[in-house]
C-alpha cells in the first residue's frame, strides 16, 4: 500500500489474529474497537478511515455520512442487517459480507442442539453433577430423531446440509419453506417443499435458517408458535428476531413448545438480569449457546483469509467480490464484482 491507510474492526471481543496481524503488516493503522461503542464516537473515529470492518456493531447512515475517505465496509460474518445498505449506496461504498465460511460449521451446530434437545442432555447432566446418577424415571426420557419430521425455516446452503445430515444422515422426513427456492431444488436436497403454517403443524423440530430482512423479522410469532405440536422443539442459529422472542418464551413458560435451542437473540449479549430473556436461563428444556454456532478453528481460518481478500481487494481499488445473493448486496452497482 502506498500510504498509510486507518482501518477500523469494531467487536473486537471476537479475537482475529490473523486479520489484524496481515493489516498491521502491511502498514495499516489498525483501530479496535468493542462491540459498546457508541455511534457517535464511531461516527467520530471513523471520519477518516478508509475501511470499516464489522461483525455485530450496528454501521448506521451516521457513520457512513461522515466517513469521508471510506472506501468499503467488510462484514466479517454473514448477517448485513447492522449495515444501512442505502446510506452506503448513496455514497458508493461497497458493502460485502463473507457467506460461505461456515454452511457446514453452523449446520453442525443446528442439528448438535436438536440431538441434544431431543435426548435432554443438558438437564441430564446437570442432574449427574448435582447427584451423581439418576435412574430411569419419565422425567428423563427422550426421544428419537429417526423417523421424526424436521421442519426448515430457509433452504439456503446451511439448512440444506442440515437437511442433509438430518435426512440421509439420520432417517428424519424433511419439510422445507423458503419462498426463494424451488419445489425441485428442494427434492435434489432431500426436502419437502412446503407453506410455513403446514410445515409448522407436522414439524417435531424447527430450524430457522433464512436471513434476517423486513419480510422475516417475526416471521414466527405466536400465531405460528401455536401451530406448532406441543411435544415439538424450535431451533434458531439464524438471527434473534426471525423469531418473535417475546412470543417463544411465553409459549416455552406455558407449554405450548416442548423446548428449544438458541444460538442468537435480538439483543446481545443475553443475561441473566436486566434482559427481557433472562427467564430462559432458568428453564429445564432450553438451551442457549452465546452466538458461537459459527467458531470453529477451521470456520474462523476460512473466515479470516476471505476477509483479507476482501480488504486488499478495496484498499488497492478493486472490485470487491460478492459471493452473496442477497439482494441488497447484489444491487450495488459501484466497486463490485459477482461470483
Not at 24 to 35: H, I, K, S, T, Y
Not at 91 to 108: F, G
Not at 228 to 252: C, F, H, W, Y
Not at 321 to 327: E, Q, V
Request: hydrophobic residues 45%.
Amino acid at each position: 500500500m502506498s500510504r498509510q491507510f486507518k482501518i477500523i474492526r469494531t467487536d473486537c471481543e471476537l479475537e482475529c489474529p490473523q486479520i489484524d496481524k496481515a493489516l498491521r503488516d502491511a502498514g495499516a493503522e489498525l483501530v479496535l474497537l468493542p462491540e459498546t461503542v457508541s455511534e457517535e464516537e464511531l461516527a467520530e473515529i471513523a471520519e477518516d478511515a478508509d475501511l470499516i470492518l464489522m461483525c455485530y456493531t450496528p454501521i448506521p447512515a451516521k457513520v457512513i455520512d461522515r466517513a469521508a475517505r471510506l472506501k468499503g465496509i467488510v462484514k466479517y460474518g454473514v448477517g448485513i442487517d447492522a449495515i444501512d445498505i442505502d446510506a452506503a449506496k448513496a455514497r458508493s461504498v461497497p458493502v460485502v459480507n463473507i457467506p460461505e465460511y461456515a454452511e457446514e460449521t453452523v449446520a453442525e451446530a443446528a442439528f448438535t442442539l436438536m440431538i441434544a434437545l431431543a435426548k435432554k442432555l443438558m438437564p441430564i447432566h446437570s442432574a449427574m453433577q448435582s447427584e451423581g446418577w439418576i435412574w430411569p424415571t419419565a422425567h428423563w426420557i427422550g426421544s428419537d430423531l429417526a423417523g421424526k419430521t424436521l421442519g426448515l425455516v430457509g433452504a439456503g446452503k446451511i439448512g440444506k446440509s442440515m437437511a442433509r445430515m438430518s435426512g440421509a444422515g439420520f432417517g428424519m422426513r424433511v419439510l422445507g419453506f423458503d419462498p426463494h427456492v424451488s419445489a425441485e431444488e428442494m427434492r435434489g436436497a432431500g426436502i419437502e417443499k412446503t407453506d410455513l403454517n403446514g410445515m409448522l403443524g407436522q414439524a417435531d423440530f424447527v430450524s430457522v435458517h433464512c436471513v434476517l430482512n423486513g419480510e422475516t423479522h417475526h416471521l414466527i410469532g405466536e400465531t405460528e408458535l401455536r401451530l406448532m405440536k406441543p411435544s415439538s422443539m424450535l431451533i434458531n442459529v439464524s438471527r434473534g428476531a426471525i423469531v418473535d422472542e417475546t412470543a417463544l418464551q411465553g409459549a416455552l413458560q406455558s407449554g405450548v413448545l416442548a423446548g428449544a435451542g438458541l444460538d442468537v437473540f435480538s439483543q446481545e449479549p443475553l443475561s441473566r438480569s436486566g434482559h427481557a430473556l433472562g427467564p430462559l436461563y432458568e428453564m429445564e428444556n432450553v438451551i442457549l449457546t452465546p452466538h458461537l454456532a459459527f467458531y470453529t478453528r477451521e470456520a474462523m481460518q476460512r473466515l479470516e483469509s476471505e476477509v483479507l481478500e476482501r480488504c486488499f481487494e478495496l484498499l488497492e481499488g478493486r472490485a470487491a467480490l460478492i459471493k452473496s445473493n442477497d439482494p441488497r448486496l447484489t444491487s450495488q452497482e459501484y466497486g463490485v464484482t459477482y461470483q
